[in-house]
């Protein structure tokens, strides 16, 4: 089987996942968006999969992204940056990056301000929220107290437009406790900022989960592109 052949059989049965977990969920197919998750994979996976219909591509290091981003020939492809990020890279990630998932303080914020003047479109933010049962600083994600007042800072971030929340489940926790706390979340900012109706949650072992509790954006990888070789 070449490798056109293994992404395609891949998406199919995602898809049908997918489809059969929206059933299940009650919610409908076309309000779920999914981005394939693409890190350690070369340029050219992202183009067989734009070639099979993936719109949305995510990545999560910055000095892998960059690159691939400038090697691939698909065009009309949304780029999510989803890993943590670094305020020294905020200038490097807003020049590929589409949406950014992973803003969870104000240093960054004030960063991706400074980075996107030379953007010709806004760049989509996402606040990250701790989803630990017992949140502590140490974690990334935005501690609950802080996550309307960063929503506030961003939507008042000339060249920033905020899109929703973000959240990764535990380790060792609940799945439906962490994604109801993040679909309390993304009421509460909803409540002030109604357009910033994204719900990025659930990967390939927990998406159905997050589709019970309103994802809005799965980040899936390794169900499509296979196991990934270990990056240091």
């Not at 990334?140 to 107290?145: E, H, R, T």
């Amino acid at each position: 089987m070449d490798r056109m052949q293994e992404l395609q059989a891949n998406l199919q049965d995602v898809e049908s996942e997918i489809s059969q977990a929206c059933v299940a969920a009650n919610r409908n197919r076309d309000d779920v968006t999914l981005i394939a998750v693409t890190k350690t994979w070369p340029a050219t996976d992202v183009d067989l999969l734009a070639q099979l219909g993936v719109t949305d591509v995510g990545e999560n290091r910055d000095q892998e992204a960059k690159p691939k981003h400038d090697e691939v020939t698909a065009k009309n492809l949304t780029w999510h940056a989803i890993g943590q990020l670094q305020t020294n890279k905020a200038k490097s990630v807003a020049a590929w990056a589409d949406v950014v998932h992973s803003v969870d303080r104000i240093d960054l914020v004030t960063a991706l301000t400074k980075a996107v003047t030379t953007r010709e479109v806004p760049l989509g933010v996402l606040i990250q929220a701790n989803l630990d049962p017992a949140p502590t600083e140490n974690r990334g994600g935005a501690l609950p107290s802080e996550i309307m007042s960063l929503a506030e800072m961003i939507s008042n971030s000339e060249g920033l437009h905020l899109q929703g929340v973000m959240g990764v489940a535990p380790l060792a926790g609940d799945d439906d406790m962490a994604f109801a706390r993040l679909q309390d979340f993304a009421s509460q900012i909803q409540s002030s900022f109604p357009e910033a109706n994204w719900i990025s949650a659930g990967m390939s072992g927990d998406f159905a989960t997050a589709l019970k509790y309103g994802a809005t954006h799965l980040r899936i990888g390794s169900s499509i592109l296979g196991n990934r070789a270990f990056q240091g």
